[in-house]
């Protein structure tokens, strides 16, 4: 069983920065892609970013260029770096956690909540 804790939310000014991290505990921290999603009021959750083990990379279009994702595996920890947040960014985060590469995510976290006010 894998256990993911997320922190580093809060309120923000737009233009500002953010950096979430989502600490996990059981299971081999190395092995999985780590991702982090969000959700909005009224709308459907949605993907922000993956990092594979191997340290590939991918991004929402809506994120790029703004937002980082990154690992240390030593410290079975994930991280996103948020920059020149927007409104629209104001969301619950969460990290996930996946057995299968990022096809399917098996483990999640509880949620930071991020707040960009304008």
């Known amino acids: 069983q894998v256990v993911l804790i997320e922190s580093g939310g809060g309120l923000v000014q737009a233009g500002g920065s953010l950096r979430l991290s989502c600490v996990a505990s059981?299971?081999?921290?190395?092995?999985?892609?780590m991702g982090w999603f969000r959700q909005a009021p009224g709308k459907e959750r949605e993907f922000v970013a993956t990092?594979?083990?191997?340290?590939?990379?991918d991004y929402a279009d809506s994120v790029k260029g703004r937002f980082t994702i990154s690992r240390e595996n030593a410290k079975n920890t994930a991280y996103l770096q948020m920059n020149s947040l927007k409104p629209e960014d104001t969301a619950v985060y969460y990290c996930?956690?996946?057995?299968?590469?990022?096809?399917?995510?098996?483990?999640w976290g509880q949620g930071t909540q991020v707040t960009v006010s304008s």
């Open positions: 990092i594979k083990w191997s340290g590939d990379r």
């Open positions: 996930a956690a996946s057995m299968t590469g990022g096809r399917a995510y098996d483990y």
């Open positions: 059981g299971g081999t921290f190395s092995s999985y892609a």
